[in-house]
Each structure stands twice: as C-alpha cells, then as structure tokens.
C-alpha cells in the first residue's frame, strides 16, 4: 500500500484509543439501514495469494457456485509441505481460474537490486509460462512497490500489478475509494482493500461489495491468504486467515447477489477484468523470459557481495546480502558487534535453550545477486572469520537452474575458537544440475558465534586442502589441519527460519516482515 493507511497510523495511538478508532471505523463500514440506492456496474475479483494447500478446497468452493479466481503463485513454494502441487494448479487453470505471478521467493522487492527483482518477477513468470500457464496478473509481495518496480513488472510481461490497502476496508481507509475505478489509473498498482483476515465479519465482506455498488461502482479485488481453521494456530494465523465457515457464506451470498441482474455485478478473474474494460484494445500475450544470473566469478576472486559484512540491510537488521538461517529447537538472537575480525563490524549469534538443530549467517538464498554461481564438478574453497565458545560446522546449499534450493552437505565439526580464526572448509565436487552455492558457519551448542570476512573462491588449478576437510589459522598464527581438533561426527543441517523443507529442497519463506500480500 503506498499511502499510510489509518490502519497504519493506529499503531502510534495509546491502546485503547486505537481500539475505539478502529472500532468506530468498522461500524461505519458497514451500511446504514437498508436503501433504495441506485447501483452502479461492479466487478468483483476474488484474488488468492501465495499457493495455499487451504485455497484448494476454496476454489472448489468457487466451482460449485460457477465462479472464478486469480490465483497468484509464488513458484518456488509450490510443492511443499503446507502449498499447492503442480497437479493442484492445472486443475485451478482447468476450472477457469487464472494463475498469476507472485515472485520466485516473495522478497520485498522496493530497494532490492534492480536486476535482482527483475530476476523475481520475470523468472516467476517465466516459470509458469514453463508450467503452460499463461500469466498476465502479478500481485506484489507485501504490496509493496516503488516506481521501479511496477516498470519490471511491465517490462516483463504483465498486464497489471495488484497491492492492497488503497480501497475502502473494515478499519481501515476511511476516506478512501469504495473500489478500484474501471479502467485504473495506474494498471500496475491496483487498489484494493485490505487483506481478509480473522477479524472480517460476513457482513463487512458483503458490504465491501454493495458499499461499491452502491457508490459509483468499479472494480473491488478482493484478497485471501487462508481459509483454514482453528484460527490463531501456526498453520492458520489470524491476521492472514478466513474460516471456511465465513468464506463458503461470503461466496454463496456473492453467487446469489451476482446472480440477480438488477444488482449489476459480476464475478470476473482480474485478467477477465482487463480484458472487459480493454475490448478489443486488450494486448496480445507478450511471452515470458528469464534473466541469467552472474556468471561465476574468476579464478581467485571472492564472489560473495559484502564479505566483511560492513554494509546493514535496515530492514532485516543484518548485513546486506545475509540472511539468518537455522532448524531445530533452540533461540537464537542476531547482534551487530565491534570491532570485527579485520573490519568495524561483525555479526554476533547467540544461541540458548538447545535442544537440537543449528542457527547461522549464510548469504541470502537469492537468485544471483548474493549467492554466488558455480560450475558443477568443481570444488571451491569457502571460508569464515570466526571467535566461538561452542562447536560449530559449515552446511552449504544449493540452487538448481529451475531456483530451487537444496541442502548439499555439511563440514566435520569445529572445536570452539576462543580467538579470530580463519576457517576453510574445500567442497566436494558440486553436485551435477547446481548453479549455484551458499553457506553459513552453524552453531550448533548453546553458546556464541561472532563472524567476519566471509569468503567464496575458485582455487582454480592451485593446490588446496583435500575436499571435505577443514583447515583453521588464527589471526597471527597459520596453522595446519592437523592443529584443529574437529570432533568426529558430522550432522546435516537444514535451512530454517522461516524455512520450509521438503525431502532436501529448501524453501524460502518470508523472514523479516508481517505477511500481507
């Protein structure tokens, strides 16, 4: 959403004034007593984010009462545990349902790299097109877009850009559009109302609809993340989530509304709309496309972006490039700390109550502009900057040329190093069909881990330590693998916060930010 919505300006208001703003918001939401009011033509667009395992039975729902949705996909997601399947997106596109894009790995693209988004937005839409969709809807993560960003989402290929929070809501928005105008002003940025979430009532959902109609019309798009109960669990959080008991009633109530000619309102998927109001203006289908990512870096050269991790991402409170990572039951917390190995800064993880898994920095499991590419076969030499009170390991990623990630493999273990300490772990020969590699030093005990001055390099014809092996020095001594105590076991880590995993495919979710979009 661009503008700040009152939604957003609660935050800063005590409690429980803001309960009673919000409140007095939503009651006058809703329609005064009943009205002869003219109504005005509608569309309705009944859009669905993410891939959602709980939008399947949902878009079965639509199919008994002969309706249609937008479904934007987030592709790297699907197939894993709590999302669609490929087989579940055919059926959709069978029932009439438009599939839309939604990124790779649904960052926040406003302030990324700019060839880095346009790797999300077209390599999506490059990928359902692979699928043998056709997409010509995108709808932003997060809703968050900048003028930047809506001209790669035109530039590769799509009809319209759909955000949340510029129409209208229960709570919400007060002074703004009771629906999106016919045709939109801005096509690339789409007004919508808010996300649906828990606190939505039937009859807010109804009067989101005869609210438009009844004040000049236009297009209202509607959006849903989860249709699922019990409501506040992990797997149906309340602030993204519908129970099926409100949407089955909003839909069938919509089915009937629609249904009655005098009502003037239709159910249209968004391409449907644009199609309407384009008539024979609507352009023809404008084929996707990938961009490469970089290609490997030369013998010698480190490929990783911020390698003294002196840059922050405000965002994230991590350096730039880096994101956190982790499984298993334990707590970790993230510090910027001073003096770094060489630099001003390093990062700082704490880890307490362990019970198993691992916590670590790695950088970020992108689609090129912080993981750096490799050449399948060899074997690069990795290594870390380091101070711990705890055994640590490397576990490394990688990337397939469709962008999916996969665990790889995992250093032997690393005795705690009171001091900085270099630490090189020299890879296996990378596995056939990777692209590309990431990797983190993994705490793995209660304790800290400060690290510094990451580094990724092909060693080219020179000679390296055996793969598989780990050689250590401290900042004022070199020293040999034969003066590192390594314990003897090794322990496969996985991918974590916010982190899916199927088999060994890693799935990215959003880390940093509240889901919306």
């Known amino acids: 959403m661009k503008p700040a919505s009152v939604r957003q300006l609660l935050v800063l208001r005590p409690r429980a004034v803001a309960c009673g703003i919000a409140l007095a918001l939503a009651a006058a939401f809703l329609p005064a007593a009943p009205a002869q009011a003219a109504v005005s033509p509608t569309v309705v667009s009944l859009t669905f984010d993410d891939g959602n395992a709980d939008q399947v039975p949902a878009a079965a729902t639509l199919k008994s009462k002969g309706l249609k949705g937008t479904f934007y996909i987030t592709d790297e997601w699907i197939g894993a545990a709590g999302y669609m399947t490929r087989a579940n997106l055919n059926q959709l596109a069978a029932d009439g349902n438009e599939i839309g894009g939604h990124t790779v790995t649904h960052p926040d693209l406003p302030g990324m790299d700019l060839t880095e988004a346009k790797r999300q937005i077209c390599d999506n839409r490059a990928m359902l097109q692979s699928w043998g969709f056709a997409p010509t809807s995108f709808a932003y993560p997060f809703s968050d877009a900048d003028a930047n960003v809506e001209a790669i989402v035109k530039a590769c290929g799509y009809n319209t850009g759909r955000g949340l929070g510029d129409v209208r809501s229960p709570g919400s928005c007060a002074g703004c559009l009771y629906a999106e105008k016919m045709p939109p002003a801005d096509p690339m940025y789409l007004k919508a109302p808010d996300q649906v979430d828990s606190t939505w009532t039937l009859a807010q959902l109804k009067a989101i609809v005869t609210n438009a ?198 250093s032997p273990w690393i005795a705690p190093m009171p001091a900085w300490t270099t630490t090189t772990f020299v890879t296996p020969p990378v596995p056939t069909g990777a692209v590309a590699v990431t990797f983190g030093l993994a705490l793995i005990q209660n304790g800290t881990l400060a690290t510094d001055d990451y580094s990724f390099v092909n060693p080219g014809n020179a000679a390296v330590t055996a793969a598989g092996s780990v050689l250590a020095r401290s900042a004022s001594t070199k020293v040999t693998s034969a003066n590192v105590t390594v314990a003897t076991s090794t322990k496969n880590a996985k991918i974590a916060t916010k982190a899916l995993t199927r088999g060994q495919q890693v799935v990215v979710a959003p880390t940093g930010k509240k889901l919306k979009g």
Not at 214 to 220: A, E, F, N, R
Not at 259 to 277: L, S
């Open 213 to 410: 109609t009844t004040h000049g019309g236009g297009w209202v798009i509607l959006t849903f993340h989860h249709i699922c109960a019990p409501i506040g669990t992990a797997s149906c959080p309340a602030d993204t989530s519908i129970t099926p008991t409100n949407y089955n009633a909003f839909v069938t109530w919509l089915a009937s509304y629609t249904a009655a000619a005098a009502n003037k309102t239709t159910v249209k998927t968004v391409d449907g709309a644009v199609r309407q109001y384009k008539g024979n203006n609507y352009p023809a289908y404008v084929p996707a496309y990938s961009v490469p990512a970089p290609a490997p870096a030369p013998v010698g050269v480190n490929a990783l972006t911020n390698p003294s991790l002196e840059t922050l991402n405000a965002t994230t409170g991590l350096p730039t490039c880096y994101q956190a990572g982790g499984w298993g039951a334990n707590t970790p917390t993230w510090a910027r700390t001073s003096p770094g190995a060489t630099g001003t800064y390093a990062e700082t993880l704490t880890v307490t109550g362990y019970s198993s898994g691992d916590a670590k920095l790695l950088p970020t499991l992108d689609l090129g502009q912080c993981s750096p590419s490799v050449v399948a076969g060899k074997s690069y030499e990795m290594s870390v900057s380091a101070k711990s009170t705890a055994i640590t390991q490397f576990a490394l990623y990688y990337r397939d040329a469709n962008n999916m990630w996969f665990y790889w493999t995992s």
